[in-house]
């Protein structure tokens, strides 16, 4: 009893504690609750499979008709807005109750607007904007969040569609109207106040929104972008930007001193993106490509692609001859960050391979001749058929072809993935053949090397069968590292030579490093490949090498020749 009555009041002191820090305890940067972390937090949402922002895919987007067109009350009224204050995460204004309306547009019934709010980047020229299309980011995005008429905040977070958000992405122009609404907004003195305050803000707002076409938007069914991330949400993304002086729009982060306020891009678990009619979208057939003759775009005509590189001189794969490498002294050892990590966030399937996206900033490469450090972005990989004695690398050594190639992208870190993809040296792709076990086994369990762990392999290609759809994807919850996957590969000697991407647009952007030594996956889990998929000889045909050179390590392979072949022979002695 006594002690009951003792430890009682700190256990309440404890638990609210632990609710007060529950409650504000997110940011963007600059603290443990970091947007990848957001899906720890207690009761938390923002780890589940329809999750907000997404990079819209034009080319995926197809239109509905039922998209028809909105209904806005109440936005060309001058006196709507009550409040103003920055909340520690955004600048929001919060609307009067119950006047401002939207219905149409595909919404189920009418939705009225609470507040609007804003995402932004820092200085020009990091953009902020949450939403992306096609990965291009604008300076910032403005968010109205509207709630489905009838139900409480608490009833609308547990329906799919209980809050309708409306995203318009602002646009930084050089010059324009540095006097009107948006020079008024911010203007508003909200410095180092966390607190709403009163205005009369004399405008509308339509007068924020200018001109942009409002029958031209996007829409998905998400969350929304701040903890707890509530699956609630029907998106409509514009597809017009508004266009702000980038003067104003530089003010958010002037004001607050808050920068990047916006959450990277979640993967769309197989969602559709829809559009209204009237929006632009790219024609369907222009993005057909393929490897065999069974689409608009075969290998051949890649090239014809728009904007493809694929006719260029320094194209890959290419054909290895080993007769005339040069050896190069100054390609050393790499330095891999965080490949002992369990850094998969999802497989997915590209409709041309399967892809294994990483976690952002999180596995880097530097050294083995590299110029730059390298943040390594997806592993992807290239294979045959399911026969036995099938093979699919993309590149091929003195003409030998290996049963397939695994590829692992990097892009460097001091450029955006646009800027890499314009740079010679943008991109680093580590490449690595792939043999069937079997025929090596001899060597490597003989040699006191214990043969090749196929667990991580076994665990990564228990997610296939649930990626048999084009673009669908699935979350990786098994801790498994590159490092698993590589097995005891030697990562020492290898060939480097200046290349392409071997999908379109084919950019002449990659670092190619192609390692000597294979990694060894059984037979069975190798045809989980084509099994899972049906895509069959997933690899583009040798390009031509032109006048470049390749280049080979060489002290790692001499002194791998030593230690190697003396235990050959012993091993060969011992076989029957
Ligand atoms: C969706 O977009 C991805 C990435 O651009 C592309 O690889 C894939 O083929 C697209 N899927 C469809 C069904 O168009
Ligand atoms: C529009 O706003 C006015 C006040 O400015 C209000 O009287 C009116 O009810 C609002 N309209 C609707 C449909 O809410
Ligand atoms: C539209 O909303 C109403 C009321 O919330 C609901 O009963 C109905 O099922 C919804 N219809 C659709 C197609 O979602
Ligand atoms: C709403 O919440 C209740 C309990 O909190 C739950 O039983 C119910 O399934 C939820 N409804 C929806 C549509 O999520
Ligand atoms: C954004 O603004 C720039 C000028 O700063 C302009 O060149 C560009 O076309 C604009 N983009 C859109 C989509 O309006
Ligand atoms: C902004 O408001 C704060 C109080 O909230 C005040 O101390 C400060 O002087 C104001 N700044 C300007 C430029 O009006
Ligand atoms: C708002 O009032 C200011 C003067 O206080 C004026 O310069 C401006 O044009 C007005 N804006 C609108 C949209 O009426
Ligand atoms: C694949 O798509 C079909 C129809 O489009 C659907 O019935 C099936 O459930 C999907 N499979 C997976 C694993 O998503
Ligand atoms: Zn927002
Ligand atoms: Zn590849």
Not at 253 to 273: C, H, I, M, W
Request: proline share 5%; with cysteine.
């Amino acid at each position: 009893m006594d002690s009951k009555q003792v430890y009682l009041p700190s256990l309440v002191f404890l638990l609210s504690l632990v609710s007060l820090v529950k409650c504000s305890n997110w940011c963007y940067t600059g603290c443990a609750e970091t947007p990848s972390h957001w899906e720890e937090m207690p009761g938390s949402s923002c780890g589940g499979q329809r999750q907000s922002p997404v990079n819209i895919v034009t080319s995926n987007v197809t239109a509905d008709l039922a998209l028809n067109d909105f209904i806005f009350v109440n936005f060309s009224s001058q006196h709507t807005i009550k409040l103003v204050g920055f909340n520690g995460h955004s600048v929001q204004c919060t609307l009067m109750d119950n006047e401002v309306e939207v219905s149409g547009g595909g919404l189920n019934g009418t939705y009225s607007a609470t507040q609007f709010h804003f995402h932004w980047g820092d200085k020009e020229p990091h953009p902020g904007s949450e939403h992306t299309i096609d990965d291009n980011r604008y300076p910032a995005e403005m968010h109205i969040l509207t709630i489905k008429k009838g139900v409480t905040t608490e009833e609308a977070k547990n329906q799919s569609d209980g809050f309708a958000v409306l995203g318009f992405f602002i646009n930084g122009t050089d010059n324009g109207d540095l006097s009107g609404a948006w020079h008024t907004l911010t203007s508003t003195n909200i410095t180092g106040s966390s607190v709403d305050v009163e205005v009369s803000f004399n405008f509308s707002i339509d007068d924020l929104l200018g001109d942009v076409n409002r029958k031209q938007f996007y829409r998905y069914h998400g969350s929304l972008t701040t903890p707890d991330c509530d699956e609630a949400v029907v998106w409509t993304i514009f597809h017009e930007p508004i266009q702000v002086p980038h003067n104003l729009i530089n003010r958010f982060s002037e004001n607050t001193d808050l920068v990047n306020n916006f959450r990277p891009a979640q993967p769309l678990y197989g969602r559709k993106v829809t559009a209204s009619p009237a929006t632009p979208l790219p024609p369907v057939s222009e993005h057909h490509w393929c490897y065999d003759s069974h689409c608009y775009y075969s290998p051949p005509q890649w090239s014809e692609m728009p904007d493809s590189y694929c006719g260029g001189q320094s194209q890959s794969p290419i054909n290895i001859d080993t007769h005339s490498v040069v050896m190069d002294n100054t390609l050393g050892s790499f330095t891999f960050k965080n490949f002992d990590k369990g850094a998969i966030n999802y497989i997915t399937n590209t409709g041309h391979t399967v892809e294994c996206v990483l976690k952002d900033n999180m596995v880097e490469v530097s050294g083995g001749g590299l110029k730059h450090a390298y943040s390594t972005l997806q592993l992807h990989f290239h294979w045959g058929t399911k026969a036995a004695n099938s093979e699919g690398s993309e590149h091929t050594v003195d003409s030998h072809r290996y049963p397939m190639e695994l590829h692992i992208v990097s892009k460097r870190k001091d450029l955006t993935l646009k800027e890499a993809l314009q740079t010679s040296d943008g991109l680093a792709v580590l490449g690595f053949f792939i043999e069937d076990s079997q025929s090596s086994k001899r060597i490597t369990s003989s040699s006191g090397v214990s043969s090749s762990d196929m667990r991580p392999w076994t665990k990564l290609t228990s997610y296939f069968s649930a990626i048999q759809n084009i673009s669908s994807q699935v979350k990786v919850t098994d801790v498994i590292s590159i490092d698993d996957l590589l097995g005891s590969v030697n990562r020492d000697s290898y060939y480097r030579y200046s290349g392409s991407l071997t999908t379109p647009s084919c950019n002449e952007a990659v670092v190619w490093t192609v390692f000597k030594d294979t990694v060894k996956l059984d037979h069975n889990l190798m045809m989980m490949f084509p099994k899972y998929t049906t895509f069959q000889d997933i690899y583009r045909p040798i390009q031509s090498v032109n006048n470049r050179k390749i280049y080979s390590t060489s002290a790692a392979e001499a002194l791998r020749s030593i230690l190697l072949y003396p235990l050959l022979g012993c091993l060969f002695a011992l076989v029957p």
